[in-house]
């Protein structure tokens, strides 16, 4: 069960205060509060500064509380949800009517990391974080936009003070959406991470970068109700895996699905 309440107060000209408070209460592991606050400053007519925080948590899964079946990873009922508290700031710049700019940073902190210790999972993590993101978009033309953001992050694991592992320091995304036609549309990303580290602890070589690219091809088709598109994921067919744990037994990460082909037909009444 769940209750939440948000206002919004425009305090003066120009500055607004929003304010929210949620609480969550679960059979299994108890209750859990939780606010949001949001300030924003409307500078000039192309200029908006916000500054925000808020608290958020993760709670444990059904394999976390209650497995059995598994002799080297047993569910423990007495875990408590994770926590994070994130201060953020962000300013947003329309530098032209087509183009428009946003610079973000933060911090944020975790507290009771649910961690398989020994055989049993347990609260055993701690750790905070930095960084910021750089986001644009530019309609390039009227049948042409480009969108994308460059972010940087950093994670220090509290209790060895040495990079906690797992997330990506640098991620860059781009995507070109192009109207090609009265009803077609020809969408390309590009998805880049890099730089990720092995958490302290664990011996294996440092998980390998990766650029993967998308297309899709879309038509709708409102005469007649339909509308079709075909996609082709990882077009270059690129190795791509993401992290594992040592205790999952994983060596080699868990790989992610290669070229991938996707038709698909959708008809609205």
Do not use: C
């Amino acid at each position: 069960d769940y209750v939440y309440i948000q206002d919004e107060w425009s305090f003066a000209r120009q500055w607004t205060l929003t304010g929210g408070l949620r609480y969550d209460a679960f059979s299994d592991f108890g209750s859990t509060t939780n606010p949001r606050l949001a300030l924003v400053w409307e500078a000039r007519q192309d200029l908006t500064a916000k500054l925000m925080y808020g608290t958020a948590f993760r709670a444990p899964s059904f394999v976390e509380e209650y497995a059995t079946s598994n002799p080297v990873a047993l569910g423990n009922p007495t875990l408590r949800p994770e926590k994070i508290s994130t201060l953020e700031a962000s300013l947003t710049w329309r530098a032209q009517h087509n183009l428009q700019t946003t610079l973000s940073v933060f911090r944020h902190e975790i507290s009771d990391i649910i961690r398989l210790s020994g055989t049993n999972y347990q609260n055993t993590g701690n750790q905070h974080g930095s960084g910021g993101e750089l986001e644009a978009v530019w309609d390039f033309s009227k049948s042409l936009r480009l969108t994308g953001h460059y972010a940087y992050q950093q994670n220090i694991d509290n209790a060895t003070g040495q990079d906690a592992g797992y997330a990506p320091h640098h991620h860059l995304y781009t995507r070109a959406d192009w109207l090609v036609g009265a009803n077609w549309r020809l969408s390309a990303q590009l998805n880049h991470v890099a730089d990720r580290r092995r958490p302290p602890g664990d011996t294996r070589a440092p998980i390998p970068d990766y650029t993967s690219i998308d297309l899709t091809l879309r038509t709708e088709q409102p005469k007649t109700g339909w509308g079709f598109s075909v996609s082709v994921f990882n077009l270059f067919d690129t190795d791509i895996r993401e992290p594992s744990t040592t205790a999952s037994g994983i060596i080699y990460d868990l790989p992610m699905p290669g070229r991938t082909f996707w038709l698909q037909a959708r008809y609205s009444l």
